[in-house]
């Protein structure tokens, strides 16, 4: 049986008996779910320039890499948390040209936003569109009143979006996995 609710941000969350998928759609994106169908277009974005710079190398080059990253990340965020990283697509074509979402850091006070595009979907208001879809979601669906987003120092394209967004800086954070220093900002949602 499918059910949809319709939410006053204009997200869309559908259920289907024992499945529930989160949807949202703004003018031109769609943002649901990513699956196991997806491997060539997470291929493509976690080896494409921005991304390598700027997240860093998941070493995600084949078919089962990109099985392998999705099953341990997005699939198992989705089961245990009810969120994650989801798929960008254009509501025009179906194409999908990115990622935004929410995580949930354990060195982090606050859920935080993660996104990132393909190369040539860049610069055309996507990841804004996008981010704030997800930040309505936040407070609306997941009742969150903050959101953090940590941002690579040099990465002056997501700072000026994050800005845009009306996040501010908070300082830094060192990552105790790694020990790299990230520009810390939040938002009220």
């Known amino acids: 049986?499918?059910?949809c609710k319709y939410t006053a941000a204009g997200a869309v969350i559908c259920?289907?008996?024992?499945?529930?998928?989160?949807?949202?759609?703004?003018?031109?994106?769609e943002i649901t779910e990513l699956s196991v169908y997806n491997t060539s277009f997470i291929i493509a974005l976690l080896n494409s320039p921005g991304w390598q710079q700027y997240i860093g190398d998941r070493d995600v080059h084949t078919i089962d890499d990109a099985v392998e990253y999705?099953?341990?990340?997005?699939?198992?965020?989705?089961k245990e948390n009810g969120y994650g990283l989801w798929l960008v697509k254009l509501r025009a074509t179906n194409e999908p040209i990115g990622m935004c979402g929410l995580l949930k850091r354990d060195y982090l006070p606050h859920h935080d936003i993660g996104f990132a595009l393909l190369p040539r979907y860049e610069g055309k208001g996507y990841a804004r569109e996008a981010s704030a879809a997800v930040l309505n979601y936040a407070a609306r669906e997941l009742g969150q009143q903050t959101i953090a987003a940590i941002?690579?120092?040099?990465?002056?394209?997501?700072?000026q979006l994050l800005h845009r967004l009306g996040f501010t800086d908070k300082g830094t954070i060192t990552v105790p996995d790694t020990g790299e220093e990230l520009l810390l900002l939040e938002v009220g949602v």
């Open 70 to 78: 999705l099953v341990q990340g997005p699939l198992k965020s989705y």
């Open 15 to 29: 259920s289907i008996s024992f499945y529930s998928m989160v949807r949202m759609l703004t003018e031109r994106l």
């Open 151 to 159: 941002v690579m120092p040099g990465n002056e394209t997501s700072l």
């Open 1 to 3: 049986m499918l059910c």
